[in-house]
């Protein structure tokens, strides 16, 4: 299972040569990778003081002593919604259009972008919101029937143009509200958390049923949200959904960014396992994706 970060290249040479030597050209890419981290207290409420002697960070299993960690709560948000027009979301479509129009109202800023996305056998909306208050009357009511591409969808979705990376840092997370379940995709779950990890895309996911029983899907929808840094959310009724709602805004405006420059050894890409990790002992922990890609 694998998790995500912001990857940006910067391209640093070190360069070994002398007039009338032999000695060759020697060059090392150094890359700086940023990770999109949620820190949470004893009580799973977001931390607002973290600071770099509250972190220990490893890579492939070495300590980084050398990085830098920021609030990236200012930070531009670039959040997609991705709907699972199955019968699963149907039987709940009027309390979900509306708790949705009132969640991104309240997260959304005037830096931020916003996509939307609907999908059963095919991607059936896809869309740039300009205006958070247009989100409702942008859902039309699904139609009935028919299978789920959930896989193929979200797909397309980590790697739309608003997540690509294009130098400045921003947040990136998808709400996948979905049952979870697949039965037409090309692709698999794990090309879906590979394109996440990518392009740094933490995913959120609701499902709809009860909490104290257990469907098909949800364990997909729980791996997709631990490996990209994300979270699962299980909702039944207007009350928790919104609840769930709350708390991704929450997180999407509390999490912190944590950054360092690393060598880019080779011309293939592989992947470097990442872990962050509390140094205190009460109770707190870090959430992150698991690594980053060397290369595209």
Known sequence: MKKSVFLFLLPFFAVISFAGDSVPLIRKRISEVAFTVVAMDGNNRPMTNLSPGDVTVLENGQPISQFNLRSGGDLPLRLGIVLDLSDSTRKTWPVLRAALARSVAEV?????????????????????????????????????????????????????????????????????????????????????????????????????????STAPGDGVLNTIASATGGRDFIAKGAGQLELALSMINQELRSSYLLYYRTADEGATRNFRRVYILSRQHDGSHLRSRAGYYTKP
């Open 108 to 212: 959304i800023r005037p830096q931020d972008r916003l996509l939307l996305m609907t999908f059963n056998s095919k991607i059936e909306t896809l869309r740039t919101i300009a205006e958070p208050a247009s989100l409702g009357s942008a859902l039309q009511e699904p139609t009935p029937g028919g299978l789920t591409a959930l896989y193929d969808s979200m797909f397309s979705a980590c790697r739309h143009e608003i997540f690509l990376q294009d130098g400045e840092p921003h947040r990136s997370a998808l709400i996948l509200i979905s049952d979870g379940e697949d039965d037409i995709s090309l692709h698999g779950l794990n090309d879906v958390i590979d394109e996440a990890e990518l392009n740094a895309v933490a995913v959120y996911t609701i499902t709809m049923h009860s909490p104290h």
